[in-house]
C-alpha cells in the first residue's frame, strides 16, 4: 500500500478529532476526540515504522529498523490509559459539584 | 483489486464513517459505540500492517478497558441527548472550517514531500510486528522507559483515587 494513503487516513481521522474538540461542549466527547486523535497518530506511526523496515529488509532480511515506531506506539498507549483513567476522574468531580459536563460551566474558575 | 485492497478499503471507509458518527451523534453512548467501533477498524489495519501484538493491545486496552471507562462513567451520570449542551451554529461552523483547513495544508504538506511519493508501506514482509521481536527490543533498549511506565500508572492510580474521593 502507498504511505501516502495511510498518511491521509490518519490525517483526517486526527482533523475529525480535533473539529470534535473544537465544536462539541460535553467534556466526555471532547475527551473520546482526544482518544481519537491519539488513534490517528499511532496508526500514522504504524505504517511509518513498516515503510522504513521494508527499505531495510531488502538488504538484511532479519533487520528490526523501524521497531520503534511500534514500541512507540505501545507507550502511548499505555500513557493513554493512565490519562483516562485520570481524566475520567476529573469529569465525575465536575459533575458531582456543577451537575453538569457542559465545559462552558468552567468559566467560572475565572473569578 | 485485490483482497487486502479491499480489506483496506473497507476498513479505512469503516473507521471514517465511525469518526464522523462520533461527532454527529446527539447521545454520548452511540458515540462511545461508534468509537468503538472506529478502534476495531484501526486494530483491522494493525492486522493488515502484520503488527499483530499492536493490534490485540488495541483491542484489549482502548476497545476493552479505556472504552468500558468511558461507558461506565457516562451510564452513571445518566447522560442522554436531553442533557446535551446546545452551542450556537456559528461556532460550530468557525470549527469545521478551521479543522478543514489544517486537514487540506497537513495532508498537502506530508503527501508533497519528496520521500513520500515512491514509498511504500510492506504489508506481509518483515517481522517486527511479532510478539518475539518486539519483546526483546521491549526489555533490551527500552526497560528503562518501562520501568518509568509502571510508576506513570502508580501515580495515575493514586490520582484517581485521590480525586474521585468524596471529601
Known sequence: MPITYYITLSVVLFCIGVVGVLTRRNAIIIFMCVELMLNAVN???????????????????????????QLFVFFIM??????VCVGLSIIVMMYRNTHSVDVNFLNRLKN | MSTIEILFWFLSALALLGATMVLIS???????????????AISGHYVLLNAQFLAIVNLIVYAGAIMVLFLFVVMLMNLNSDSEPKKNNRLKMAGVISGGCL?????????????????????????????????????????????????????????????????
Do not use: C
Open chain 2, 26 to 40: 446527539k447521545n454520548p453512548v452511540h458515540s462511545i459505540l461508534w468509537l468503538i467501533i472506529v478502534f476495531f
Open chain 1, 78 to 83: 499505555v500513557v493513554a490509559a493512565a490519562e
Open chain 2, 103 to 167: 486537514m487540506l495544508i497537513m495532508i498537502d504538506v506530508v503527501r508533497s514531500a519528496s520521500e513520500m511519493q515512491k514509498a511504500t508501506a510492506m504489508l506481509k514482509e518483515g517481522n517486527i510486528g511479532l510478539i518475539r521481536t518486539l519483546g526483546m527490543a521491549l526489555f533490551k533498549d527500552y526497560v528503562v522507559p518501562f520501568e518509568i511506565s509502571s510508576v506513570l500508572f502508580l501515580s495515575a492510580m493514586v490520582g484517581a483515587v485521590v480525586i474521585g474521593k468524596k471529601d
Open chain 1, 43 to 69: 496508526l500514522m506511526l504504524v505504517a511509518f515504522s513498516k515503510m522504513h523496515n521494508g527499505n531495510a529488509i531488502a538488504s538484511a532480511p532479519n533487520s528490526t529498523v523501524g521497531i520503534d515506531g
